[in-house]
């Protein structure tokens, strides 16, 4: 079984540009989640999806980021414009059920560094 | 709210030595914890998980971990490290209601041959 992948793997823009970070879940989780860690710092959650849909976004850090999941498969991840604060790792999961003990399984992250 | 903390930033360990990963937490309800670990240039990788049961957990990779009520903790343990061990251990905490865990900093383990 494949594992949650994450494109690209590093990323290095200058401030004020676009960068969009892909993840594809693991087949068939309908649960999407988005997560950052700055260097040193907590990895803290962004935003969750269920399908297509936008569950919980209350991690966004501001409008500057806007995720996307057309068609309940992979997400997008885009910064616009990125400042020199979003610089950190973007990790990417993905889980079955909500229920229970359920694990969440992660990609191995993008690191974005901003200029 | 829930918090982790994870006290220390770096642990160094020999090979052949028994390891401790420390991890505190503060919920507001029954616990969920784990144990995540991410090696150079990997995701993180899911190691172990306290639900309910026995106190103690065993894990992938011969990692252990004691969930202690009393004094909220579930510190990761492993008998005898290896240098094959060395990575940045996550410790992470829900309640059964949420489905989002809250993080620590993370520990950077550290097994010198």
């Known amino acids: 079984e494949a594992g949650v992948t994450q494109f690209p793997s590093h990323s290095v823009i200058e401030k004020g540009q676009t960068v969009t970070l892909r993840c594809d879940p693991i087949s068939g989780h309908d649960n999407l989640y988005w997560y950052r860690r700055v260097m040193g710092k907590e990895i803290k959650f962004l935003l969750h999806f269920v399908k297509e849909s936008k569950q919980d976004e209350s991690g966004m850090p501001n409008n500057r980021f806007l995720a996307e999941r057309t068609g309940g498969t992979y997400s997008t991840l885009k910064v616009q414009p990125a400042e020199l604060e979003d610089s950190g790792v973007y990790f990417c999961?993905?889980?079955?059920?909500?229920?229970?003990?359920?694990?969440?399984?992660f990609g191995p992250g993008t690191r974005l560094t901003v200029t | 709210a829930q918090s982790v903390a994870q006290p220390e930033d770096q642990v160094n360990v020999a090979e052949g030595n028994p390891l401790t990963v420390k991890c505190t937490y503060s919920?507001?309800?029954?616990?969920?914890l784990f144990w995540y670990v991410q090696y150079p240039n990997r995701g993180l990788q899911f190691l172990l998980k306290y639900i309910t049961g026995d106190n103690l957990v065993k894990g992938s990779y011969g990692f252990e971990a004691e969930f202690n009520k009393s004094q909220t903790s579930f510190h990761l343990k492993k008998p005898s490290a290896l240098v094959s061990d060395s990575a940045l251990y996550f410790c992470?905490?829900?309640?059964?209601?949420?489905?989002?865990?809250?993080f620590g900093r993370g520990t950077s383990l550290i097994v010198h041959p």
């Open positions: 919920v507001s309800g029954n616990p969920y």
């Open positions: 999961a993905s889980s079955q059920a909500l229920s229970g003990s359920y694990e969440q399984y």
């Open positions: 992470a905490v829900r309640i059964g209601g949420s489905y989002i865990p809250t």
